[in-house]
C-alpha cells in the first residue's frame, strides 16, 4: 500500500500544474490548525484526510493528492469507514488532474470494501466513460438500479454509455425514464437535451432546453444551452422556438428568446423580425427591446433605423451600454462629434467601464481629436495593461497622427509580448508583428491559428489582417469563404472603419 500509493502521489503530482484559489483568512487559520495538529502527530489519518478534502476543495490538487495518499498509508484497516472516504477523495482529485486509471484503481478499491456506495457505484461509472469504456460504465451505472430504483443519475450514466455505443434507440428509450424519475425539475430537460445534442438530434435538445428555460426560476442555465446550440445550429433551434411560438398563448418571452439567440447566432435578419414584432405588442414596447432591435439593425448596417430605435431605448429608459451603441451609430453614420457626446454620457454614467471608454476614444480619433483619444486610452491601459484593443488604437494614433513612431513601436511591441486567446486578438497581434518588420512570423501565426478554426468570424478577423497587411488576393478569397459560412455583419462588411482593424481595402473585390 505504502510504495504504491507513494508513486501514485508522484506520478499524479508531476502531470499537471494547478491555478488554485485565493485562500480566505479563515480557511488560511483552518489549515493552520490542521498543521498545527500534524506537527504534533504526523500521522493522524483523519487530519490528513480533512486537510486533503480542503485543499481539494482550493483546487491545491498536488498537496491534496499529498496528504490523501498519507492518510490511506496511516489508516488502520479496521478503520473501513475512513478508508473508503480517503479512496473516494483520491479518485476525485485524479479525476481533477486527468489521471483516470489511477482514479480507476482508488474507486474500485473503495468498491472493494463498500459495494454499495451508490456514490461510488456512480463515481466509477462516470471514470469509465472518460476512460472510453462504455461497457464497463453501463454496468455500473445499471448496477446503481438495485439500490435505488428508477434512479436518474442511473438513467443518464446508461444512456450517455448507450450514445458512445452507438446504441441510440437504447439511450433514446433511457432519456425518456430519466425524465419521468424527475419531470418537475428544469435541470432533468437541460441534461437530457445536452445527451440529445451528443446524439446530434439538435431540435430535440433544444426542446429540451426551452423546457426548461419555460420552468426555471434562474433559467441561466438552460438559455446558455440555448444560445451554445444556436451558434452552433441556429436552424434547430429557431425550429424549435417558432413551433413553440405557434402553440403558445404569450408570445412575448419566445419572441425576445428567439432574437437573442438569432442576435449571437449571427442571423441578425431574424433578430430584427423577432425585436420588431416585440415592439409592436403592448408587452414589448419597452427599452429593452428597442435597445435589441437597435443592436439587431445595426449589425445589419440600416444605421438610421438604428438610431431611431436607441433612441427610443434612451427616451424610456437610458443605459451606459445604450449610449455606447448611439456612439457607434454615430459614427458609422460619420457624425463623429456627436458620437462623443454620446460616449462621454457612457462613461458618466458607468465609470471606469472599459467598454464605455474604448467607445470614446474611438469616437475621439473619428472626431478629430487625437489627444483625447490618447488621455482617454491611457486610463483604460492604466487600468488594464493587456488591453490589447486599447494599445492597438494608441499605436495608430502615436504613428499615424502625433508622428510618434516611437511611442508606437512601443505600443505595438507590448501587444506582441502577449499571449492572446481569441482569434481577434491574435490578429491585433499579427497586425502588430507586420508593423515592426516582422511579418514572416504573422503570416506564419495566422495560418496556424487558421488550421484550429473555420468559423465566420475567425475567418473575416483573418480577412482583416490581409486587409491591413496588403495581401488583398489572400483577403478576398477568406472574406468570401467567411460569407459563404454565414457571416453576416453587414456593418463590418460594409462600413466599419477602425484604424488598423477593418477591410476597407477589400470592399472595392468584393462580389
Do not use: W
Not at 113 to 120: Q, T
Not at 163 to 188: G, H, Q, V
Not at 415 to 436: H, L, M, N, Y
Amino acid at each position: 500500500m505504502n510504495i504504491k500509493y507513494s508513486l501514485i502521489c508522484l506520478a499524479l503530482a508531476a502531470s499537471i500544474g494547478v491555478s488554485a484559489q485565493q485562500i480566505n483568512p479563515i480557511t488560511k487559520a483552518m489549515l493552520n490548525g490542521y498543521d498545527e495538529i500534524l506537527k504534533e502527530n504526523p500521522k493522524d489519518y483523519q487530519t490528513l484526510y480533512e486537510r486533503a478534502a480542503q485543499l481539494y476543495r482550493l483546487s491545491f490538487y498536488d498537496q491534496a493528492l499529498n496528504d490523501v495518499t498519507k492518510a490511506i498509508e496511516y489508516t488502520p484497516a479496521k478503520e473501513k469507514v475512513y478508508k473508503v472516504q480517503e479512496l473516494s477523495l483520491l479518485t476525485d482529485i485524479a479525476i481533477e488532474m486527468h489521471n483516470y486509471d489511477v482514479a480507476l484503481r482508488a474507486v474500485n478499491e473503495a468498491l472493494e470494501i463498500d459495494p454499495d456506495s451508490y456514490a461510488n457505484i456512480y463515481k466509477k461509472g462516470n471514470v469509465c466513460l472518460l476512460l472510453n469504456k462504455p461497457e464497463d460504465a453501463y454496468r455500473a451505472f445499471s448496477s446503481m438500479q438495485r439500490l435505488k430504483t428508477r434512479s436518474q443519475e442511473a438513467y443518464f450514466g446508461m444512456a450517455q454509455a448507450c450514445i458512445m455505443m452507438d446504441k441510440m434507440t437504447e439511450a433514446t428509450e433511457l432519456l425518456k425514464e430519466a425524465e419521468a424519475a424527475d419531470s418537475s425539475s428544469y435541470l432533468t430537460y437541460c441534461r437530457v437535451g445536452d445527451l440529445y445534442q451528443e446524439m446530434g438530434q439538435n431540435e430535440n435538445a433544444a426542446t429540451n432546453y426551452l423546457i426548461g428555460f419555460s420552468m426555471a426560476d434562474d433559467n441561466s442555465r438552460p438559455l446558455n444551452s440555448l444560445v451554445e446550440l444556436g451558434k452552433k445550429d441556429y436552424p434547430a433551434v429557431a425550429n424549435s422556438l417558432n413551433y413553440a411560438a405557434d402553440r403558445s398563448t404569450n408570445r412575448v418571452p419566445i419572441l425576445y428568446l428567439k432574437g437573442s439567440i438569432a442576435q449571437a447566432a449571427g442571423y441578425y435578419d431574424d433578430a430584427e423580425d423577432a425585436f420588431t414584432q416585440l415592439a409592436a405588442m403592448p408587452q414589448g414596447n419597452e427599452a429593452g427591446v428597442f435597445a435589441a432591435l437597435a443592436q439587431a439593425q445595426f449589425d445589419l448596417n440600416k444605421l438610421k433605423d438604428a438610431l431611431a430605435n436607441i433612441d427610443k431605448a434612451i427616451a424610456a429608459n437610458a443605459s451606459s451600454n445604450d449610449y455606447i451603441l448611439k456612439s457607434d451609430i454615430l459614427m458609422g453614420l460619420n457624425q463623429n462629434t456627436q458620437a462623443v457626446t454620446e460616449a462621454s454620457k457612457a462613461v458618466s454614467r458607468a465609470p471606469g467601464n472599459i467598454e464605455a471608454l474604448m467607445t470614446l476614444a474611438k469616437a475621439q480619433t473619428a472626431a478629430n481629436a487625437p489627444e483625447d483619444a490618447q488621455q482617454t486610452l491611457n486610463e483604460i491601459i492604466m487600468t488594464s495593461p493587456d488591453n490589447i484593443e486599447a494599445l492597438l488604437l494608441r499605436a495608430y494614433i502615436n504613428a499615424n497622427i502625433l508622428n510618434n513612431g516611437k511611442g508606437a513601436i512601443a505600443d505595438f511591441n507590448r501587444i506582441i509580448a502577449e499571449q492572446p486567446e481569441t482569434f481577434k486578438d491574435k490578429v491585433a497581434k499579427a497586425i502588430s508583428q507586420v508593423k515592426v518588420g516582422k511579418k514572416m512570423d504573422a503570416d506564419a501565426a495566422i495560418e496556424s491559428a487558421l488550421q484550429e478554426t473555420s468559423s465566420p468570424e475567425d475567418l473575416y478577423y483573418a480577412a482583416v489582417y490581409y486587409a491591413q497587411t496588403d495581401n488583398l488576393t489572400k483577403g478576398i478569397e477568406t472574406l468570401n469563404k467567411a460569407i459563404f459560412e454565414g457571416y453576416n455583419n453587414k456593418y463590418n462588411l460594409q462600413t466599419d472603419n477602425t484604424p488598423l482593424f477593418n477591410i476597407t481595402p477589400l470592399r472595392r473585390l468584393m462580389k
